[in-house]
């Protein structure tokens, strides 16, 4: 920087300094007796009483959840013509093979872990190695925050925004759904649909309290699983009301409860009800919300926050199967809808010997 800095000699106390000093400022009608404040705050401690917020219980009553296991894919005698989407996300990266009748045929869930092109690189290679010998690629469709990048990097045919990609796949497994919750690892979406065309929608802005990292970052502190999050929340006997507010005022709350004696069970609790309140005040604000909701997204396998979405708006939620990949499938389809005579795809063996380097 070039310039000097100084460290005051009492920098651990410069806030009880300013707080003194400001009240030196101030006229004082009599002088204040501190004799036997040190009894008082004896006292106050022996009789204090933690005190707290809290919500009802979660319960999962009107939730719809997908099936466990997903139906096999049937090949018949021939190669079957496939559509390829993928999904990049600063989290995650989906890649999907669906089929003419829109039929998913495989499907591949990574961690982008900061490299978007070997995400999808090794998600391709895993797809081509289960069924890359039984298909043949008509089209391939990319989305998410990396979908230019990686549409040149295994030449897509179609670059589709994550709306459009999200409600896309929705519409094709029930037309009469009218609203989508889609929370991933960084951002959130609201849409809006009437006969499966977007009327409205929303994204979140700055604040990643109201997203899956958030919890994934504070189950590591409390060294829990992220898989097992909402079991334990929904045995939350009173889940506390931690607020909606950005991460870092999050996180002061939830420290705060730990040193006063709350269990993890409402802890966590209180971390899927904020997680639906930021959603709900600051992502779709204003917005209508309809009568029949989807919550796609990974977080959607997180079932405390399904329970919280229910118990905050008291309308049924809606998981639809292949919920973690619905971006992908809806970049799928739209490649399909729009299928080009030949495909700029450039092949499972080729994508796995594409060459890049970083600019420095």
Do not use: W
């Not at 707080?19 to 009894?39: H, P």
């Not at 898989?227 to 705060?256: H, Q, W």
């Not at 609790?269 to 989807?294: C, E, H, P, Q």
């Amino acid at each position: 920087m070039g310039e000097r800095v100084l460290i005051p000699e009492h920098r651990a106390s410069i806030g009880a300094i300013g707080a003194a000093i400001s009240l030196s400022s101030k006229v004082m009608v009599e002088d204040l007796n501190i004799s036997g404040l040190e009894d008082k705050l004896d006292d106050y401690l022996r009789n204090f009483k933690y005190r707290r917020e809290t919500f009802a219980p979660l319960a999962l009553a009107k939730i719809e959840l997908p099936p466990k296991k997903s139906h096999e894919y049937s090949y018949g005698n021939k190669k079957v013509d496939v559509y390829i989407g993928i999904d990049v996300g600063s989290i995650s990266t989906n890649v999907v093979a669906i089929d003419e009748n829109r039929k998913l045929i495989e499907k591949c869930y990574l961690r982008t872990a900061g490299k978007p092109i070997e995400a999808v690189r090794k998600g391709v290679e895993i797809i081509g190695s289960k069924v890359g010998d039984r298909i043949n690629v008509k089209g391939v469709g990319t989305t998410g925050s990396g979908r230019y990048l990686i549409g040149d990097f295994v030449g897509a045919d179609m670059v589709i925004n994550e709306i459009t990609a999200q409600a896309t796949a929705a519409a094709d497994i029930d037309n009469s759904v009218d609203t989508i919750f889609e929370i991933g690892g960084q951002d959130s979406k609201f849409i809006s649909l009437e006969d499966g065309v977007i009327v409205d929608f929303e994204m979140n802005k700055v604040c990643a309290a109201g997203t899956g990292s958030f919890l994934e970052e504070q189950a590591e502190r409390f060294d829990i699983k992220i898989e097992d999050f909402g079991d334990i929340a929904l045995k939350a006997e009173s889940p506390l009301n931690l607020g909606e507010r950005c991460t870092v005022f999050m996180e002061t709350n939830v420290y705060s409860h730990y040193q006063k004696g709350a269990s993890i069970e409402d802890i966590l609790g209180g971390l899927a009800y904020s997680i639906t309140m930021n959603y709900i005040n600051r992502v779709v604000g204003r917005k209508k919300i309809g009568k029949k909701i989807f919550f796609q997204g990974a977080v959607a396998f997180n079932r405390s926050v399904i329970a919280a979405f229910e118990n905050y708006l008291g309308k049924e939620i809606i998981v639809p199967e292949n919920h973690e990949v619905t971006g992908a499938i809806g970049a799928a389809i739209k490649v399909l809808e729009n299928s080009h005579k030949k495909t700029k795809f450039r092949g499972f063996e080729n994508i796995s010997k594409v060459s890049y380097s970083l600019l420095q």
